[in-house]
């Protein structure tokens, strides 16, 4: 049987699996630093969320405790700021002693240094000076989200007691200016073009961000990088393929793999003449199951589908 090589369109080059990579603000989990309790769970995996939504609220004791002491220390930095005031007014006229005056400096001092050490506890629950009355009457902390997305993850129950900087609590998915990356077993050629390609939608066209100046040493593979050609936001973690596309090779057509001769490290394809058949040198550019990508092989020639079998009929006759 004799074939026509065809152009290369539809006809991969190569392919690998792709995943999105999170974007800065893409992806987040929310623990909690310090001991606390479950009180509320106000979301759900596979929820959207805003920014700043409140996604649980804790019961943090070590908070209480540090509300109650910044509250106390500034109650006192208040009193002592007055009594230093007054010291300073009766000092002008001659009726108090420095003594006195330096006494409530220190007192002052203590009160500050005290409020300030509790405001840094409460800072590391995610709280600030505006939290500390709700707080220190025993109230809730909220859990809030950081970023942007979906709800992928719900450990916290309701009641469950968690150590500080243990497992996450909640995990959110977000979608930013998507990254991919693909890892590839043989180089690319510099004019290749790539599609993403994902379950029941139409390509989506890329273009090379970037690529690992060396090979992977475990697995052999060389990690690059792409981005859609029009901008487009992706979920963060969504997994396809991205193809490289034959037909964006110049020369590039695709014969039967069977079509092909290697002999002494060179490849060759039969075309057919009005003698016979001629030798062809091909440039084997990738084989892909059946089909094989190569330059060299007009698409006006003819050339033996399988040329093994015809030099094999050839040489029996």
């Known amino acids: 049987a004799w074939v026509q090589p065809r152009p290369a369109r539809g006809v991969p080059l190569t392919e690998a699996p792709a995943r999105v990579l999170p974007s800065p603000e893409g992806a987040a989990v929310v623990g909690v630093p310090l001991r606390a309790s479950v009180s509320r769970v106000a979301v759900r995996p596979g929820q959207h969320v805003k920014k ?6 804790v019961h943090m004791p070590e908070a209480v405790q540090a509300a109650g002491r910044h509250q106390a220390a500034t109650l006192r ?3 002592y700021a007055r009594r230093r005031e007054q010291l300073l007014a009766l000092q002008s006229q001659g009726m108090a002693r420095l003594t006195e005056l330096a006494e409530a400096e220190t007192h002052l001092a203590e009160a500050q240094a ?3 050490a509790a405001l840094a506890l409460l800072a590391v629950a995610g709280l600030n000076a505006a939290d500390t009355a709700a707080v220190a009457r025993g109230g809730p902390v909220p859990l809030r989200s950081p970023v942007e997305g979906i709800v992928t993850e719900v450990s916290g129950v309701l009641g469950e007691t968690r150590e500080g900087g243990g497992a996450p609590l909640v995990r959110i998915m977000g979608e930013g200016e998507a990254l991919l990356e693909a890892r590839f077993a043989r180089t690319l050629p510099a004019e290749a073009r790539f599609e ?6 139409a390509p989506l066209s890329l273009k090379e961000a970037g690529r690992a100046p060396a090979v992977d040493s475990r697995d052999g593979t060389t990690a690059t990088w792409f ?3 029009t901008p487009r ?10 193809r490289v596309r034959a037909d964006s090779l110049p020369g590039v057509s695709v014969v039967p793999a069977r079509a092909l001769l290697l002999e002494s490290g060179r490849a060759e394809v039969l075309v057919r003449t009005a003698a016979g058949f001629r030798r062809q040198p091909v440039e084997v550019v990738a084989i892909s199951g059946a089909e094989a990508l190569v330059r060299g092989a007009a698409e006006a020639d003819v050339v033996a589908a399988d040329a093994g079998a015809l030099l094999l009929a050839e040489g029996t006759r």
């Open 196 to 201: 993403l390609v994902l379950p029941g939608e």
């Open 227 to 229: 981005i859609p050609e």
């Open 77 to 79: 930095r208040e009193a």
């Open 114 to 116: 005290e409020a300030q």
């Open 52 to 57: 700043g939504h409140v996604l649980m609220e």
């Open 233 to 242: 936001a992706l979920p963060s973690g969504l997994t396809g393929r991205v």
